[in-house]
């Protein structure tokens, strides 16, 4: 594999636009925090905890402007961990 | 391939940027399946003792979690801004931004210090006998929250010492902008360390 004579550069721009992005969303999961929305809590805020983390990984990260045989490791190892949470529940629900 | 025209011995020594950065990924996931299974005991116990947790976290300083959230994201951006400074050729900015990355570690970890001793000075750790007299739930969100923020804070200590080794060799000339994959992979090392921070404040922080 040789080393890629054009690589992407990002301006600073697209960083701090993100990172604004991310104090958004910190804003909005802390302020949800406060309502009480009963069972769908957990689930709100792990689900704005995946769009932060979606936003590190792609951009941050770099995953959007590199080889796409690094999203296919990112996407096998959640599925893995996805995979381990799913039989541990199952698992512990019929005990 | 390489333009380095400081060392002219360097000409043909084999580089493979795209090889070094799989091998980081392949260690950050395993980084990941390490937390996961963090993760995994953290569910299942707050399924079983749903209330116990709730009144557990109510503890927590969520001010704390909150600036503390803030401060690493901050110093995520600074990093990947310290990396684009780089690869613009401007060496200054990018010692900057690195710099800036290390005040903010440590305004973490400061805030980690005095997080930790205000729990464990209301006799809060664990083993404690405080601790030991409250119930099972409370007992594992306290035991786990111990762990899990000790280990991520471990993973923030590792960081702070490599990317200011990173520091040094950009001073030194050792890493240039046609040569920085060992920075970007110190940079995904500290995103990775954010990542967990991202999962670990709701979890921890906001549960009302």
């Known amino acids: ?95 | 391939m390489t333009q380095n025209n400081a060392a002219e011995h360097n000409h043909d020594i084999h580089r493979d940027d795209v090889g070094s950065k799989m091998g980081m990924w392949l260690f950050l996931i395993t980084e990941l399946l390490l937390f996961g299974g963090l993760f995994l005991v953290y569910a299942v116990y707050r399924f079983t003792f749903p209330e116990q947790f709730s009144l557990a976290a109510m503890e927590l300083n969520t001010t704390v979690g909150t600036l503390n959230t803030i401060i690493l994201l901050t110093s995520s951006l600074t990093v990947a801004l310290s990396i684009a400074a780089l690869q613009k050729k401007n060496k200054f900015l990018s010692v900057i931004f690195l710099v800036l990355t290390e005040i903010f570690a440590l305004e973490f970890m400061v805030n980690k210090y005095f997080e930790w001793s205000a729990k464990i000075s209301h006799g809060i750790y664990p083993g404690s006998e405080e601790l030991l007299n409250r119930s099972d739930g409370e007992i594992l969100f306290f035991g786990l929250y111990y762990t899990m923020t000790g280990i991520h804070g471990l993973h923030v200590i590792i960081g702070m010492v490599l990317l200011f080794i990173m520091m040094i060799l950009i001073i030194k000339n050792k890493i240039t902008s046609d040569n920085l994959i060992s920075l970007e992979n110190s940079g995904l090392y500290w995103h990775l360390v954010d990542l967990i921070w991202i999962f670990l404040f709701p979890l921890f922080y906001l549960i009302n």
Do not use: C
């Not at chain 1, 936003?55 to 296919?72: N, Y």
């Not at chain 1, 990112?74 to 019929?94: A, R, W």
């Open chain 1, 1 to 95: 594999m040789e080393n890629s004579e054009t690589k992407h550069i990002n301006g600073y721009g697209v960083y701090i636009v993100v990172w604004v992005g991310l104090l958004v969303l910190t804003s909005l999961t802390v302020s949800v925090a406060g309502i009480n929305l009963e069972q769908y809590t957990l689930f709100i805020a792990l689900t704005i905890a995946a769009v932060k983390s979606y936003l590190v990984i792609t951009i941050f990260m770099h995953i959007k402007f590199d080889d796409p045989i690094f999203k296919l490791f990112i996407i096998v190892s959640i599925l893995t961990l996805f995979v381990i949470f799913v039989l541990t529940f199952i698992d512990y629900s019929f005990r």
